[in-house]
C-alpha cells in the first residue's frame, strides 16, 4: 500500500512536466490549427534560462554575501524564465509560423521540426556538449507520512503545476484576452471582424505555453538537475500526445491528460519491466484514442467554415 | 460621401468575382444591393471589411481616408465599420455574453460598452433572457438578433449586413429588420446586400442591382421597385 501511494506521488511529479508542456502544445493547436513541434524545445530553452537566471542570482547573493533564500531564488528565477521564455515562443510565431498562415499545414510541421533543430544545435553551438547542473535552490527535506515520502521538491513542483494550470484556464475562461483565444479557435476567419487583431492573439497563445513551458523546465531542472540540448526533444514528443488525447484546445484536458500519462508510465513501470514502458504506456492511449478520437475534452471539427 | 468605391475588382484566383464597380454610400443612408446568389454581393463586403484582398487599380474611400490602408480589424476598431457576415458566424463555443463583450474587444470606453450592450438587450429582449446561453444553441432567429448586437456594438458608423434576412420567418425577419431602422435613425449608415429583392427595397431608400461581377443598374429604391426589368428578374411578378 505504501509502495503504492509512493507511486501516485511519484507519478504526480512526473505528470506535472507533462502536463505545462502539453498545455502549450494544445493551446497553439486549438488557436491557430498548428502543432507547434518546437515546442518540446522551447521547454529545453526554458529550462536554460532558469539555469542561467538561478545560478546569476545565486552568483549575486554570493556577491554582496547576504543570504537570499533558495525558495526566494526559486520563485523569481520562475517568473524570469517564464517572462523572457514568452518572448522566445512569441519569437517563433513571428519568424517560423505567421509568414506560414496560408501555407499547407505539412509547410508549418516541417518549419516546427526545423525551428526545433535550430534551437537544439544552436545551443550545442553556443554552450557546448557540456551538461548543465541545475544549482539546488531548495535543499530536499524528506517528510514521512503514513510510510510514503514526500519531499519538498515533489511538492513544489505538483502545487506549482496545478496552481499554473488553474491560472491560465481562469484566464482563457474570463479575460477578454481568453475570449478571444477561444473565438480563434471556432472561427478563426470573422475574429477580425470584431476588431481584433489576429496577430496579437496569436503572439500571446504562444508567449502563454511558452512560459508554461519554462516554468516546467525550471521545475525539471528542480527535480532532475542535469541540462543537456536534447532533453525537450522526448518529453515534447510525449507531451504532444498528451494534447492529442487532451482535446483540441482544452486546458484542462491537456493537463489532465498529461497527469494520466505519468500516472500510466510510472504505474507501467510498478508491474512489468521498465523497458517495457514505453511500449505498453502508449498501447493504452491508443486504446483510448479509438474509442475517443477527439480526446478528453476535445470537440469534434465542425465542419470548418470557409470564407 | 460616406463611402465611396470606384473600380472595385476582386479575384479569387483565376475566376473573377468583382470586374470594377463602382458606388458610393452618403452619411445615415440606408443602401442596398441586390442580386442572384453568385453575383458578387457578399465579395463587395468582404472587400470594404478588408477580408478579401482587393485588386490592384481598385479605389475605396471612406470618410476622406483610404480604406485599402487599413487592415480587417482596423476597419473595425478604427473606422467604425461593423460587419454581420453571411451566415452570422457566431462564436457558437462562447455564451452570447461573451459574444457580445468580446465584439467590443477594441473599445475602451467601459461604460459606453456596457450601455451599448443594455442597448441591444432593449432592442432583442431574447438575448438578454439567453445571455448565458452558448450562441451555438439559439435558434436561427436568435442567432441573426445577436449577429446584429454584435456589430451594434463592435463598431456603429457603418454597417455591413449580409443577407440578414437568410433562413427568418416572416415575422421574425420584420422584427430584426425594424431593429434595424432603429439603429439607422440612432445615426448608424446600413449598407445591406440581400437576395431577398423585395424586403430589401423597401427597407432601403438607394439601391444597386449587381450582376456576376458588374453593377446593372442603381436608383431609389422605389424607383426599382417598380422597374420592370427588376420585377421580372428579382420580384418574381
Known amino acids: ?307 | 460621401m460616406l463611402l465611396s468605391v470606384e473600380n472595385l475588382q476582386v479575384s479569387y484566383g483565376k475566376i473573377k468575382a468583382l470586374h470594377g464597380i463602382n458606388f458610393h454610400i452618403d452619411e445615415g443612408e440606408i443602401v442596398c444591393i441586390i442580386g442572384a446568389n453568385g453575383a458578387g454581393k457578399s465579395t463587395t463586403l468582404r472587400a470594404i471589411s478588408r477580408m478579401v484582398p482587393a485588386s490592384p487599380g481598385s479605389k475605396m474611400t471612406y470618410a476622406g481616408k483610404d480604406l485599402l490602408e487599413y487592415s480587417a480589424d482596423k476597419v473595425v476598431s478604427q473606422l467604425g465599420i461593423s460587419h454581420v457576415p453571411e451566415g452570422r458566424r457566431l462564436f457558437g463555443n462562447l455564451t452570447v455574453m461573451e459574444n457580445l463583450i468580446l465584439s467590443a474587444f477594441a473599445r475602451k470606453d467601459k461604460k459606453a460598452i456596457d450601455r451599448d450592450i443594455e442597448r441591444v438587450f432593449g432592442i432583442f429582449p431574447r438575448l438578454e433572457e439567453r445571455k448565458r446561453q452558448k450562441a451555438g444553441t439559439l435558434s436561427g432567429g436568435e442567432q441573426q438578433m445577436l449577429a446584429v448586437g454584435r456589430a451594434f456594438v463592435s463598431a456603429r458608423k457603418l454597417m455591413l449586413l449580409d443577407e440578414p434576412s437568410m433562413g427568418l420567418a416572416p415575422l421574425l425577419m420584420l422584427s430584426v429588420f425594424d431593429a434595424l431602422k432603429a439603429i439607422n435613425q440612432e445615426g448608424t449608415t446600413i449598407l445591406l446586400v440581400e437576395q431577398n429583392a423585395r424586403m430589401a427595397l423597401k427597407f432601403s431608400q438607394r439601391g444597386y442591382v449587381i450582376e456576376t461581377g458588374n453593377i446593372v443598374m442603381e436608383g431609389k429604391s422605389e424607383d426599382l421597385l417598380n422597374n420592370p426589368d427588376v420585377k421580372k428578374a428579382y420580384l418574381g411578378a
Open chain 1, 1 to 307: 500500500m505504501g509502495y503504492f501511494l509512493q507511486n501516485i506521488v511519484n507519478a504526480l511529479q512526473w505528470g506535472s512536466f507533462y502536463a505545462l508542456v502539453a498545455i502549450g502544445y494544445s493551446m497553439v493547436y486549438g488557436v491557430l490549427m498548428l502543432f507547434n513541434f518546437a515546442h518540446g524545445d522551447v521547454f529545453m530553452v526554458g529550462a536554460y534560462i532558469g539555469f542561467f537566471t538561478a545560478s546569476g542570482l545565486m552568483a549575486l547573493a554570493a556577491m554582496g554575501s547576504i543570504a537570499i533564500p533558495g525558495w526566494l531564488i526559486l520563485i523569481l528565477t520562475l517568473i524570469i524564465a517564464m517572462f523572457l521564455n514568452s518572448f522566445v515562443g512569441m519569437a517563433v510565431e513571428r519568424i517560423g509560423y505567421r509568414p506560414l498562415r496560408d501555407a499547407p499545414r505539412a509547410s508549418a510541421a516541417i518549419t516546427g521540426l526545423m525551428i526545433g533543430i535550430i534551437l537544439e544545435t544552436g545551443n550545442l553551438a553556443l554552450l557546448g556538449a557540456q551538461r548543465r547542473a541545475f544549482p539546488p535552490l531548495i535543499p530536499p527535506t524528506v517528510y514521512k507520512v503514513g510510510g510514503v515520502y514526500i519531499t519538498n521538491q515533489k511538492i513544489v513542483i505538483i502545487v506549482v503545476a496545478l496552481a499554473l494550470t488553474l491560472a491560465l484556464h481562469q484566464f482563457v475562461q474570463h479575460t477578454k484576452w481568453g475570449m478571444a483565444m477561444r473565438a480563434m479557435a471556432y472561427d478563426f476567419l470573422v475574429v477580425p471582424l470584431m476588431g481584433i487583431p489576429i496577430n496579437t492573439i496569436a503572439a500571446l497563445t504562444f508567449a502563454l505555453g511558452s512560459a508554461l513551458a519554462a516554468a516546467a523546465g525550471v521545475l525539471y531542472g528542480v527535480a532532475y538537475p542535469v541540462l543537456g540540448p536534447y532533453m525537450g526533444i522526448i518529453i515534447g514528443w510525449k507531451a504532444f500526445v498528451a494534447a492529442i488525447l487532451g482535446g483540441r484546445g482544452s486546458i484542462l484536458g491537456a493537463a489532465s491528460a498529461g497527469f494520466l500519462l505519468g500516472f500510466i508510465e510510472i504505474f507501467v513501470t510498478m508491474i512489468f519491466p521498465s523497458t517495457m514502458r514505453d511500449f505498453i504506456a502508449y498501447t493504452i492511449i491508443l486504446l483510448i484514442l479509438t474509442f475517443l478520437p477527439n480526446g478528453f475534452f476535445g470537440e469534434p471539427y465542425s465542419a470548418k467554415l470557409r470564407l
